[in-house]
């Protein structure tokens, strides 16, 4: 999932903690450039809303959001109810605000890493790391997002379907950059960039700290499989059949003895 893309972005209501309001108004309304909201100096109650975040999203995670409740978030922070309620006054804007916040942060980071990268498979690769990086680093709150996609309602909802929509068409417009440069074959681009979410967000269940690569050696692998498939001869933007090696290796996209190698060693084309 690219988490359950909304219809058309609307405009952002409400407060969101700690993140600068005219921000989400311009990812809200999908400028052009890409606009992720900035973050603002934290207070006190900022720190107190941020740990009831981090909780909340540990106990949605847990019992999901339908089966917690707020008695059970009081008691994951340690704050009274009552005194939850003056930050939080429902599930709903908790839910709301951990996605937000969550957002805005991967946005952030994306647009300050981009700055600059003019070659667009670097900037693909950017991309694919950013995402592996903050995802490995908050599993509890990507399997919230995984989980609990359809869970929020109204304004809450279509707030946060604005910010990922963005998220979303910035990925379309990498890869179509790569594609513009005959630097990837002429694939469907929605179906290409949602594979992509589908390969990176499902981690949470199968990575193992352990065992399993870090953020970085993995963000290689995945953007090395997306972007020039599995194979061990796989060359970069074409289908795999002799003639489009050819062409790969006439361009100079592949070297010329993966072409001689893919002909066979008889001398003649292998078939595909």
Do not use: C
């Amino acid at each position: 999932m690219v988490w359950a893309l909304p219809g058309a972005p609307q405009p952002v209501e409400g407060m969101v903690a700690g993140v600068n309001q005219d921000r989400l108004q311009s990812l809200s309304q999908g400028s052009s450039a890409v606009s992720a909201a900035r973050l603002i100096p934290q207070r006190k109650s900022d720190r107190k809303l941020q740990l009831i975040l981090e909780r909340a999203a540990q106990v949605f995670a847990r019992k999901g959001f339908e089966g917690a409740s707020m008695r059970d978030l009081s008691r994951s922070t340690g704050i009274s109810l009552a005194g939850l309620y003056h930050y939080v006054p429902s599930k709903q804007q908790l839910l709301h605000r951990i996605q937000m916040e969550a957002f805005s942060r991967i946005l952030e980071r994306l647009e300050e890493r981009l700055a600059g990268i003019e070659d667009p498979e670097e900037r693909v690769r950017v991309l694919i790391r950013n995402h592996l990086e903050y995802f490995l680093a908050h599993p509890v709150e990507m399997k919230v997002f995984t989980h609990e996609a359809e869970a929020l309602e109204g304004s809450y909802r279509s707030e946060v379907g604005a910010i990922k929509r963005r998220y979303y068409e910035l990925a379309m417009e990498l890869f179509r950059n790569l594609q513009q440069e005959g630097r990837a074959r002429e694939v469907n681009a929605r179906a290409a960039v949602l594979a992509l979410f589908g390969m990176m967000n499902w981690i949470y269940t199968w990575h193992r700290p352990e065992t399993d690569p870090g953020a970085r050696e993995l963000a290689d692998t995945f953007a090395d499989i997306f972007l020039h498939g599995a194979l061990a001869a796989g060359p970069v933007a074409t289908g795999g059949n002799v003639a489009t090696y050819a062409a790969a290796a006439a361009e100079g996209r592949i070297p010329r003895e993966i072409f001689r190698e893919r002909k066979g060693s008889d001398g003649h084309n292998r078939s595909d």
